[in-house]
């Protein structure tokens, strides 16, 4: 066994080989960025050793920087997690060259599945099943809009070299077809390096199921059961679970088998995952191979009992499979869901800052969080924005649901927008706690998931209230303990006058809304004032931004965050965002923010699709920003005039600046 490895990656992936290799007595070498100085893996690790600016393309993707500071530490073993190098041939080559091993498959196996379009031909000769689609190497746009037009719409375009989601387009009618293929080959050199792209028939209503396979490399190769994918937003996964609801035993074993089929005829070694297409008669196609570790790995962790990555070192070292597939055994039903810091009611948008607040759900038997990630850490624009991984295991589906929902109730994050909330949606939706499962179930759903905007409850602005003034209270108990007279009545926040009772108004901004409080003091309890409707309350601050808080007859726990003007609510597993409210406080109206021609975050503008001068109608796509790994389009706010760009095709462009001139009609 290695004394020794480097994790070639960061965040939560790498935080989690850590815990394996410590409890295995191997010592761990972080990489990290400029960007990641301070970051949760550095931290955890018995070594760390900088790679260069915050970019990916000048830290995590430059091989040689990684094979030195192997070299430097003298790391014997590489674990890539996933994502960066992990799927990079001419990596694995590399550090073979240098006497140093890599905890993966053989790079021959990375390059026969490292192209979709060769894989798909290896799977047939294999017999793994497939589905219809054109996979030939002549990319001449006119020659792929007629391989697509002749397998029907709609059709999936597909980066060949992709992974993650990122480089495929749904066309659904053939004069949309060249758009798209413009926007996903963009993508796709953007993303890997490589525009080659791939056509495949949509399967209308898909289930996406996949296969963890395990090799090793005295030729024994197991299947470790499936994992359900389905949900998906922009072809990326948001929860995942094991094993795949509605799962026969036959057709478990069938797709087990063709799945080991698929990783022996490459001669794979290590963990992988085979990804297929499955029809709700239950017919399924092979979709791709994944020739790592998967974000998802621990569903398949829960139901099995066994540490995967533990797996791959053993695998890499040499040793025998741990189990051989008489042995696995499949237990109970796990759920995993992907928090990030994004806006799901704005397409999903990226959010980025400090986490003022960060509290998850308490770890047990049946609940795990994967994180990369602390309090006072910093999302950043230069990585994927995930927070955390909430895994909850127990006995069956629909047990594991409610562990999920109250987990998911439990978490708690501050200075960022999160999709938690979201989240919350998902797992209470009738369709997805009915296991109605497919790949356009978020969609499907979307009156459920994305309901309209509602105010924040009266609760909530309730405690929020109570909440600013306990806080004073706070304060002002912390100044006069470094007073001179700490006993002086004029450091009391109890609102006394000599012949009436005192009332003042705290106002709070929920949205274009102004909502304002009016508080009357009475003795240790506020008369409460809220849109005509009067509340006797009273509260007790507890440890950090946690209070106690009495609404009349009714007692309640909660948490307010408070960071510059922004409150953000934490009550009865629901998180509320108000900004409080200064009067003397001037915002000047108008500015290229009130068309919403502005970047969302920090990014590269990667095409102009207007000229200055046109006319163009409301909605109408202006510009293509590329930011954290995605891409985002900046569209018309209405009929109106393309005045000019404030930015070229190329260039970077800094969160909230202004993106066009527009003059609206």
């Known amino acids: 066994m290695f004394n020794k490895i480097l994790i070639a990656n960061r965040g939560e992936i790498a935080c989690r080989v850590i815990k394996t290799a410590r409890r295995m007595g191997i010592r761990t070498v972080a990489v990290y960025s400029e960007a990641d100085a301070n970051a949760r893996h550095v931290r955890m690790a018995d070594e760390a050793v900088l790679l260069g ?9 430059v091989a040689d920087k990684i094979v030195d500071a192997c070299k430097r530490t003298g790391a014997q073993a590489v674990h890539p997690g996933y994502g960066f190098l992990s799927e990079n041939a001419g990596f694995a080559d590399a550090l073979a060259a240098n006497g140093i091993a890599f905890i993966g498959p053989p790079a021959s196996a990375i390059r026969a599945m490292g192209s979709k379009s060769e894989a798909k031909k290896l799977m047939g000769k294999a017999a793994v099943p497939l589905t219809p689609g054109y996979h030939g190497d002549d990319q001449t746009p006119a020659l792929l809009h007629k391989e697509a037009d002749a397998i029907g719409y709609p059709v999936l375009i597909k980066a060949a070299a992709g992974g993650g989601g990122k480089g495929m387009r749904l066309v659904e009618k053939s004069e949309d077809f060249p758009d798209a293929l413009a926007s996903c080959k963009r993508e796709a050199i953007s993303s890997f390096g490589d525009d080659h792209v791939l ?41 995942e679970e094991a094993p795949a609801p509605g799962m026969t035993l036959e057709r478990r074993r069938q797709m087990g088998e063709a799945a080991v089929a698929a990783a022996k005829a490459v001669g794979y070694v290590g963990a992988g995952t085979v990804e297929f297409i499955a029809n709700q008669d239950g017919s399924f196609y092979f979709m791709e191979m994944n020739t790592r ?18 797996w791959q070192l053993r695998v890499a070292a040499g040793q025998p499979l741990p189990l051989a597939q008489e042995q696995l055994q499949l237990r109970g039903h796990a759920l995993e869901a992907r928090i990030y810091a994004e806006d799901a009611n704005k397409g999903f948008l990226p959010s980025t800052g400090r986490l003022v607040r960060l509290s998850p759900p308490a770890e047990s038997l049946n609940v795990r969080v994967d994180t990369g990630v602390e309090e006072a850490d910093e999302i950043t624009p230069f990585y994927d924005p995930m927070i955390a991984k909430l895994i909850v295991w127990d006995e069956h589906r629909d047990a594991a ?16 927008t999160t999709n938690i909330d979201f989240l919350s949606r998902l797992v209470a939706c009738p369709a997805f706690a009915g296991a109605d499962l497919d790949t356009g179930l978020i969609e499907r759903q979307k009156e459920f998931l994305f309901p309209a905007t509602q105010a ?29 007279d700490p006993h002086s009545p004029w450091h009391a926040r109890d609102g006394w006058r000599m012949n009436l009772s005192a009332a003042r108004m705290i106002g709070f901004r929920d949205g274009d809304s102004l909502i304002e409080a009016l508080v009357r003091y009475q003795g240790d309890k506020w008369q409460i004032t809220i849109n005509g409707q009067t509340t006797l309350a009273r509260g007790k601050k507890l440890e950090g931004d946690r209070f106690a808080v009495e609404l009349d007859d009714r007692r309640l726990m909660a948490s307010v965050v408070a960071v510059d003007e922004k409150r953000s609510i934490f009550l009865n597993g629901s998180t509320y965002s108000l900004l409080r409210d200064d009067p003397l406080h001037l915002v000047e109206a108008g500015g290229a923010q009130g068309g919403g021609l502005t970047a969302p975050m920090p990014g590269k503008v990667v095409a102009l699709l207007a000229q200055p001068g046109q006319k163009v109608d409301k909605g109408a796509p202006l510009l293509i920003l590329e930011a954290m790994k995605m891409e985002h389009t900046i569209t018309a706010p209405a009929a109106g005039t393309v005045k000019a760009f404030c930015y070229a095709a190329g260039e970077q462009v800094a969160d909230g600046a202004a993106l066009v001139e527009f003059e609206g009609e």
């Open 293 to 310: 570790l998967q974000v998802e790995h621990p569903v398949t962790e829960m139901i099995t009992g066994q540490d995967l990555v533990e």
């Open 53 to 61: 600016p915050a970019a990916a393309r000048e830290s995590y993707l």
């Open 456 to 484: 924040v409850p009266r609760d909530a602005l309730l405690v929020a209230t109570v909440g600013e003034l306990l806080w004073e209270q706070h304060e002002a108990k912390q100044a006069a303990k470094t007073s001179g």
């Open 199 to 239: 056509i495949e028939k949509y399967i209308t209503k898909p289930r996406h199921i996949e296969i963890q396979v395990f090799a090793d490399t005295l030729g024994n190769c197991v299947y470790l059961f499936e994992r359900d994918c389905s949900v998906q937003r922009r072809h990326q996964k948001v929860l």
């Open 401 to 416: 649901l409610a562990r999920m929902r109250k987990a998911l109730a439990d978490y708690q994050v501050a200075g960022v």
